[in-house]
């Protein structure tokens, strides 16, 4: 049996074949920060004869959604010498850790695609948007100071706990649920990366942002609001950058930017791109915990398509008094067939069932539809990590 999960000592043969198929420059911070990532992962690879063939990652984390914690494996690195390109080694590790994820009992798995095509194949569907918000210095909103609050500057290096607790607070769109491991990788990783926080009058965190700097531009990484005052507070911090750089772009998670509430809604040029897919790799679990809307759903049956074997079933779904009844009832006839994409749009907000249904990605009983529609979120998603 070909053996995929590697040991820990082939961390030197993973991290040349990343340099080599990314094209990266070696450096000790880069290796030190990969490394890192190496530790933390389960990390799969084929051998073509004594060199690695094709490699990747399978990182373990959690999310919130909407109040409910799931185990998530983020996917990332995958790759492939060129020697040994187009023999299908990326997509049996995919799949290899996609069964270990399973039996892990691990519900739902992220990653960033370098093609959509090709991990659709593998059952993962585009949910996460962002937003790329880009400003000239002359276009930058007038902001009032305020008599109330303060801001400090920090370098990243000394972002405290507080910080990681107001993400903690606002993070729970499916975003990831930050180990410590994971937050000292991210700060280790952008060690040039500044952080600014907002204090009310009674010293009280109620905002943060996290930028840098690359020639001309400011980079807006990360911004969190918990009052009015902290959003004008950060907003003025920002905009008393405008001496300094020509050009300010924030890639926000919320892919709905309220262009509204400037003076000048053309002042702002914005971008909303794909950002990463999901697949949900045990529907049994990602089901009977879901953070249902309504109270009360009579037996609806749905057919699910999908190569995972465990998924792709007829389901039996009902909802009393807010608990939810989900098993497998292959004898039964569906009131619905749909592909696990289509219902991971659906679970996880980014599109509704009754737009899935005018987009003929459902067919089936349009009023059974319409009921299980209101059964799931209807907020998008948003992550802002990345691996």
Same mark, same amino acid.
């Given at each position: 049996?070909?053996k ?8 030197n ?8 198929s ?5 450096? *000790?911070?880069?290796?030190?920060v ?9 990390v799969?690879?084929?051998?073509n004869?004594?060199?690695l ?7 373990p984390?959690d ?14 690195d ?5 020697e ?7 997509g ?7 069964s270990?994820m ?8 992220y990653l960033a695609?370098?093609? #959509?095509?090709? #991990? ?5 569907e585009q949910v996460?948007?962002h937003a790329?918000i ?8 007038r ?13 990243i290096?000394?972002?405290?706990d ?9 993070n729970h769109?499916?975003?990831v ?10 700060i280790d990783k ?6 600014a ?5 009674t ?16 980079y807006?990484?990360e911004w ?5 005052l902290?959003? *004008?507070?950060l ?7 405008? $001496?300094i750089?020509?050009?300010f ?5 919320d892919?709905?930017f ?8 053309? $002042? ?7 950002y990463?897919?999901?697949?949900i ?6 089901m009977?915990?879901?953070?249902v809307?309504i ?5 609806? #049956?749905l057919?699910?398509t ?9 389901w ?5 008094n ?6 497998i ?12 994409q289509?219902?991971t ?5 980014y ?5 899935l ?9 349009s009023?059974k ?12 998603? *948003?992550l802002?990590? #990345?691996?």
């Amino acid at each position: 049996m070909t053996k995929y999960l590697l040991d820990k000592d082939k961390f030197n043969e993973f991290y040349q074949l990343y340099l080599y198929s990314f094209n990266r420059e070696d450096s *000790q911070h880069r290796k030190d920060v990969f490394k890192e990532r190496f530790d933390h992962s389960l990390v799969y690879g084929i051998m073509n004869g004594q060199k690695l063939g094709s490699g990747l990652f399978s990182i373990p984390f959690d999310v919130n959604f909407h109040g409910v914690d799931y185990k998530m494996n983020g996917i990332g690195d995958v790759m492939s010498a060129p020697e040994f390109g187009g023999r299908g080694g990326a997509g049996s590790l995919l799949n290899e850790a996609l069964s270990d994820m399973y039996h892990n009992h691990v519900t739902l798995s992220y990653l960033a695609p370098f093609s #959509y095509g090709y #991990y659709r194949q593998f059952g993962f569907e585009q949910v996460f948007d962002h937003a790329v918000i880009l400003m000239e210095n002359t276009n930058l909103p007038r902001i009032k100071n305020s008599e109330h609050g303060r801001v400090e500057r920090n370098a990243i290096k000394d972002l405290h706990d507080d910080i990681k607790l107001m993400y903690l607070s606002h993070n729970h769109r499916g975003g990831v649920v930050r180990a410590k491991w994971w937050w000292d990788h991210m700060i280790d990783k952008h060690a040039n990366y500044q952080v600014a926080t907002a204090y009310d009058d009674t010293d009280n965190l109620i905002g943060y942002l996290i930028y840098y700097n690359d020639g001309e531009t400011f980079y807006i990484h990360e911004w969190f609001n918990q009052t009015p005052l902290s959003r *004008q507070l950060l907003g003025k911090f920002v905009t008393k950058h405008q $001496s300094i750089f020509r050009k300010f772009v924030y890639e926000a998670p919320d892919p709905d930017f309220k262009a509204d509430i400037l003076e000048d809604p053309n $002042s702002a040029e914005i971008v909303v791109k794909p950002y990463m897919m999901a697949r949900i790799v045990d529907l049994n679990d990602f089901m009977k915990r879901y953070p249902v809307q309504i109270s009360v759903l009579p037996k609806t #049956y749905l057919k699910i398509t999908d190569d995972l074997d465990w998924n792709n079933h007829v389901w039996q779904l009902s909802i009393e008094n807010g608990i939810v009844n989900f098993e497998i009832a292959d004898e039964a006839t569906p009131d619905m067939e749909m592909t696990i994409q289509t219902l991971t749009k659906a679970m996880f907000g980014y599109r509704s069932l009754k737009s899935l249904w005018k987009y003929n990605r459902i067919t089936g009983n349009s009023e059974k539809v319409n009921l299980l529609n209101d059964v799931f979120v209807q907020e998008k998603p *948003q992550l802002i990590d #990345y691996f």
